[in-house]
């Protein structure tokens, strides 16, 4: 998929697919209006309540999910709150060194990741980092004196791993978040020690000419505006 499209819609929502290198919504320095959020007012003719519930990353591709009206967008919001507003991602790994190399990573003894069980949790507070503050790290332990700590509900943001297949000479990893982070999943991933294939930020891997990050919102679940019942919305995982 290449162009944004409109994957499903009722009165209430629209789940719509943003392709990669397209911003969700209107970055504070960007005047070209070339997102996701624009795209559909464009595409409904209006923009007054139409509301996005959600971010993904610049290079990320895949669903979001926009409210239609304010009861709507009340409804929803009280649903990711409660962390019952799920998304679930497939990423492109390729087994590495992870984080090793790379500045600001606590040790990755601390990813409780075991390929054993039938779920994992990677879990962790995070904290802007780098030049510009362009990347995120994880953060454990918290120093005392630190302001910029990111924590989901007061607690750790999580990455939940529910599967993991072979690809070739890479990983594919499903994974869900409730409440995501900036980047969480590319850093919690690359933590880990599976990067995501080219990523230009989260890797010490060289990525592929012309690549992209191949890293894909694919299914969103949460329960219906109006009736209340089960929505579960899928597109074609990365594989």
Not at 114 to 132: D, T
Request: with cysteine.
């Amino acid at each position: 998929m290449d162009n944004p499209n409109i994957v499903e819609e009722t009165d209430d929502y629209a789940v719509v697919f943003k392709p990669a290198k397209t911003h969700s919504e209107m970055l504070e320095k960007d005047v070209s209006n070339k997102t996701i959020l624009e795209w559909f007012y464009k595409k409904k003719g209006f923009k007054k309540e139409i509301k996005l519930m959600h971010r993904l990353d610049f290079e990320t591709n895949g669903l979001v999910l926009f409210a239609k009206n304010e009861k709507s967008y009340l409804f929803l919001k009280e649903l990711q709150d409660k962390g019952e507003f799920i998304k679930e991602y497939s990423a492109i790994c390729v087994p590495s060194s992870g984080s090793i190399g790379l500045e600001g990573f606590p040790d990755n003894s601390f990813v409780p990741l075991c390929f054993s069980v039938s779920s994992s949790l990677i879990q962790s507070y995070f904290r802007p980092y780098g030049p510009g503050r362009k990347q995120v790290r994880p953060i454990v332990d918290i120093p005392k004196k630190h302001k910029e700590i990111a924590k989901d509900k007061g607690g750790f943001y999580q990455t939940e791993i529910i599967d993991v297949k072979d690809s070739k000479e890479n990983k594919v990893f499903t994974v869900r978040i409730k409440r995501g982070f900036r980047h969480q999943i590319r850093c919690h991933l690359c933590w880990a020690g599976f990067p995501i294939l080219n990523d230009p930020l989260y890797s010490n891997a060289e990525a592929q000419p012309a690549g992209l990050l191949a890293l894909r919102s694919h299914a969103l679940l949460f329960a219906d505006p109006a009736s209340g019942e089960k929505r579960e919305c899928r597109i074609a995982a990365l594989e």
